[in-house]
């Protein structure tokens, strides 16, 4: 059974960066693509950034396109979100989730969660 853990949020000043991480243990990592959403209770769970299982595909939500950057390394069984020139509105618990078809579309379904990790942006 797949295992996430999200780890790098924490409180941050408007314009400011995060590195998320989301660590995945007892799956085939290599064999999976890797998304990242975010929730504000009350709201529905957003799509923000998804990678294929190679890293050659990556996608964004429209909104976010040139402040977000999701990687991986495989070696390293983690999959990364570069979260730059944040505002307020970013604030949110943002999850990993698996997509065991390998692509990582936002079309796609992901069906493996971690807890997720807080990010609070202050103006």
């Known amino acids: 059974q797949v295992q996430l853990v999200e780890s790098g949020g924490g409180m941050v000043q408007a314009g400011g960066s995060l590195r998320l991480s989301c660590a995945a243990s007892?799956?085939?990592?290599?064999?999976?693509?890797m998304g990242w959403f975010r929730q504000v209770p009350g709201k529905e769970r957003e799509f923000v950034s998804g990678?294929?299982?190679?890293?050659?595909?990556?996608y964004y939500a429209d909104s976010l396109k040139g402040r977000f950057a999701i990687s991986r390394d495989n070696a390293k069984n983690t999959v990364y979100l570069q979260m730059n020139s944040l505002k307020p509105e970013d604030t949110a618990v943002y999850c990993c989730a698996v997509d065991l078809t390998g692509v990582g579309s936002q079309y796609r379904t992901f069906n493996i969660w971690g807890q997720g990790t807080q990010v609070t942006v202050s103006s």
């Open positions: 990678i294929s299982w190679n890293g050659r595909s990556t």
């Open positions: 007892g799956g085939t990592f290599r064999d999976y693509a």
